[in-house]
């Protein structure tokens, strides 16, 4: 397997809503990331696990709450987000080899 | 902050040509990686350099790291409607079981049939 999967693919919330975007990969990696990306522009690094901690945070607001479960699983809870928070959200892992999920599509009303 | 340089921002070509694109940094990185991203999904990996001066191909695609580590190409040969969508450099330190990619800003590739 050499898939990162991401779920759910599309997801629409209100700012007063409170959900949760989950990633998997049953590569062995065990360095697993979240990247925000906007409309024509590149991914920008949010979280790095490394063996299941939490690594680096890159100033992130506190309205994004990531989560490690296992070294298979990674979640990003969501609450009181803002329009401006609409944008691809994509999950990553690395070991050998540095692979992308599909990402979901959040729109925040 | 470390910074990619990715050029051309933007390409309009015609079915068949030959594509080139490129990256430079003002530091030096110990991977290479290129992506192709189209509109609403992930970056897929087509490339990864891993060693100073590496030349690799991946079918009509060739990639090299550049000798100072700072610079790496990617191109396509005789291009088809299906490689349009934005490529993206992004260089790479490995630091124990984590890596931090820096990104280029993108290369839109539009094919013409």
């Known amino acids: 397997d050499t898939e990162v999967t991401q779920t759910p693919k599309h997801l629409v919330m209100g700012m007063t809503n409170k959900k949760s975007l989950k990633c998997e990969q049953h590569?062995?990696?065990?360095?697993m990331y979240w990247y925000k990306q906007k409309a024509k522009k590149p991914p920008e690094l949010m979280f790095v696990y490394s063996y299941e901690k939490l690594s680096i945070n890159e100033s992130v607001p506190s309205r994004f709450s990531p989560e490690c479960p296992n070294s298979s699983l990674l979640n990003l809870h969501l609450h009181a987000l803002q329009p401006e928070d609409s944008a691809l959200y994509l999950c990553a892992s690395s070991g050998i080899g540095y692979t992308f999920g599909s990402g979901t599509r959040l729109t925040v009303v | 902050g470390q910074q990619l340089n990715q050029s051309p921002q933007s390409m309009f070509i015609q079915e068949g040509e030959d594509v080139s694109m490129n990256c430079t940094s003002s530091s030096i990185f110990n991977t290479w990686l290129w992506y192709k991203q189209d509109p609403g999904e992930g970056p897929v990996l087509l490339i990864a350099?891993?060693?100073?001066?590496e030349l690799t191909s991946n079918g009509r695609l060739t990639a090299q790291f550049g000798i100072t580590r700072k610079d790496s190409f990617l191109n396509i040969s005789a291009s088809i409607p299906s490689d349009v969508g934005i490529y993206f450099c992004a260089g790479l330190n490995y630091g124990g079981s984590q890596g931090n990619l820096i990104f280029g800003k993108g290369t839109k590739l539009s094919v013409k049939p």
């Open positions: 350099l891993y060693k100073a001066g």
């Open positions: 590569m062995g990696h065990r360095a």
